[in-house]
C-alpha cells in the first residue's frame, strides 16, 4: 500500500532564518506531488506541484521553493524566513496520469515563525 | 477563478441530529472530492463523485452531485462523535493538478 511521510512535524523558527520540509511517498512510482499551506484550520492554498524529477510549478509567488530531487521525494524550502510564512504545510501525491482531483495528504508540518 | 463555497462554516449539534453540509460554486467541476480533516492532521479522501446528479453513500453519509455539477451536499445521519472535524470539498477541472477547495465546515458533535 502506499504511504506519506513528511517531517518535521512540528518546526518554531526565527525570522530570516532558513526551512527544509522534506516529504517522501511509499509504495507508488512516478507520483504527482503537491505542496499546500492551510491557514488557521481552514481552506487549503497550492504552493508548488511536481509532474516528475526536476519539474516545479508554482502557484503563488512567495518566499518559497520546491525541489523534486528523486522520484518520490518533495521538499520545500525557505533561504529567509517571514512571520507571514507560519502555518500548517501539507504534502500530497496523487496518481500519474490524467488528473481526478484525489489527493493523498501526509500528516502535515506545523511551522511558527517567530 | 474558481470558487467554491461552503455552508455552514461552524456547526455544532448533539450526537443522534441529522446535519447537510453545503458547496456551491458558479463554475462546472469535472470531479468534486469530500475530505475530512482532524486537527493536526491531513485531510483525508472520503469520496469523489463525477456524474450530474450522482449520489454516494459511504455508512451513515450521503453525498450528492448537482446535476449541473456546480455544487455538492452531504449528509450525515444520525451523527456521533467521531464525525467530529473539518470536512472540506474540493473541485477539479480547472487547471490541470489544481483543485479548488472550500474553506471547509468546522463540524462538532457533542456527545
Known amino acids: 500500500s502506499q504511504t506519506i511521510h513528511q517531517w518535521p512535524a512540528t518546526l518554531v523558527q526565527p525570522v530570516g532564518s532558513p526551512l527544509s520540509l522534506e516529504c517522501t511517498v511509499e509504495?507508488?512510482?512516478?507520483?504527482?506531488l503537491y505542496w499546500y499551506r492551510q491557514a488557521a484550520g481552514r481552506g487549503l492554498q497550492l504552493l508548488f506541484y511536481?509532474?516528475?524529477?526536476?519539474?516545479i510549478s508554482s502557484e503563488v509567488p512567495q518566499n518559497l521553493s520546491a525541489s523534486r530531487p528523486q522520484d518520490r521525494q518533495f521538499i520545500l524550502s525557505s533561504k529567509k524566513l517571514l512571520l507571514s510564512d507560519s502555518g500548517f504545510y501539507l504534502c500530497a501525491w496523487s496518481v500519474i496520469g490524467v488528473f481526478t482531483g484525489e489527493l493523498f495528504f501526509g500528516e502535515g508540518s506545523r511551522l511558527t515563525v517567530l | 477563478t474558481q470558487l467554491l463555497e461552503q455552508s455552514p462554516q461552524f456547526l455544532s449539534i448533539q450526537e443522534g441530529e441529522n446535519l447537510t453540509v453545503y458547496c456551491n460554486s458558479s463554475s462546472v467541476f469535472s470531479s468534486l472530492q469530500w475530505y475530512r480533516q482532524e486537527p493536526g492532521e491531513g485531510p483525508v479522501l472520503l469520496v469523489t463523485v463525477v456524474t450530474g446528479g450522482e449520489v454516494k453513500k459511504l455508512k451513515r453519509l450521503t453525498f450528492q452531485f448537482g446535476d449541473a455539477r456546480k455544487d455538492s451536499s452531504l449528509h450525515i445521519t444520525a451523527a456521533q462523535p467521531g464525525d467530529t472535524g473539518l470536512y472540506l470539498c474540493?473541485?477539479?477541472?480547472?487547471?490541470?493538478?489544481?483543485?479548488?477547495f472550500g474553506k471547509g465546515t468546522l463540524l462538532t458533535v457533542n456527545p
Open positions: 511536481s509532474v516528475g524529477i526536476g519539474q
Open positions: 509504495g507508488t512510482s512516478n507520483p504527482n
Open positions: 474540493a473541485g477539479a477541472g480547472g487547471s490541470n493538478y489544481k483543485l479548488t
